[in-house]
């Protein structure tokens, strides 16, 4: 009577042929943690990958430690890969958030020679040609109607006397400004104050207080 073969028990390298499939996970999972956003959940799955594949004993133990590494570094530079994400873009909105404003400044200078006196207020622009649409900040998120304040300068005002700016809000660390001459420069926000303090600006500076005080960035 013929015996029936019996069946062997899994050799030495199967807990490691599965402690090798967590490795590759982890290092793949290790990689992919290096993407913004998506990073700090991926690592933490990566580490876990790797850690159970080496108490596995699993022979690709390369693989595994790289996928650990690669995760805690995800971990570590995310905060730092988002904000070059950021710094960018930021900057390229405050670059249109100057173009708006130097159009603004056109019209305010077509009008002025027109008229031979600044528009009395932003309406007043708009209605004479300046498309409404530029007085919206690219970065504001405070949903307002309009973005930037204006205030037409007093009579022989001084050439560098601010007639709009960024509302509170607008940009991180500073502002945009529109002098009388219709040039825009970027000021930080201890400049702007410092700006501001002078005496060429001051009905310029406590109307914007006002206006501030009334509409609240969110």
Not at 84 to 104: H, Y
Not at 156 to 173: E, I, M, S
Request: aromatic residues 4%.
């Amino acid at each position: 009577m013929s015996r029936k073969p019996q069946a062997r028990p899994p050799g030495p390298g199967a807990a490691s042929d599965k402690g090798s499939g967590l490795a590759l996970a982890a290092l793949i999972l290790g990689m992919a943690a290096l993407i913004p956003v998506l990073g700090v959940a991926l690592a933490a799955a990566a580490v876990g990958c790797g850690i159970v594949a080496l108490a596995r004993g699993t022979a690709a133990r390369g693989m595994a430690v790289a996928g650990i590494t690669l995760a805690v570094f995800g971990i570590v530079e995310a905060p730092a890969m988002i904000l070059l994400v950021r710094i960018p873009a930021r900057q390229a909105e405050r670059s249109r958030c100057a173009a708006n404003l130097t159009d603004i400044g056109r019209g305010y200078l077509l009008y002025e020679t027109a008229h031979r006196v600044p528009p009395p207020d932003a309406e007043t622009l708009i209605a004479a040609g300046t498309d409404e649409r530029l007085f919206r900040c690219p970065s504001a998120r405070a949903g307002r109607a309009r973005d930037y304040f204006y205030r037409p300068p007093p009579p022989g005002a001084d050439a560098k006397t601010l007639v709009a700016c960024d509302l509170r809000g607008n940009h991180p660390g500073g502002r945009n400004v529109l002098d009388r001459t219709g040039s825009v420069r970027w000021l930080s926000d201890g400049d702007f104050r410092a700006e501001l303090a002078l005496p060429r600006n001051a009905r310029f500076a406590a109307a914007l207080r006002k206006a501030e005080a009334a509409r609240p960035s969110k």
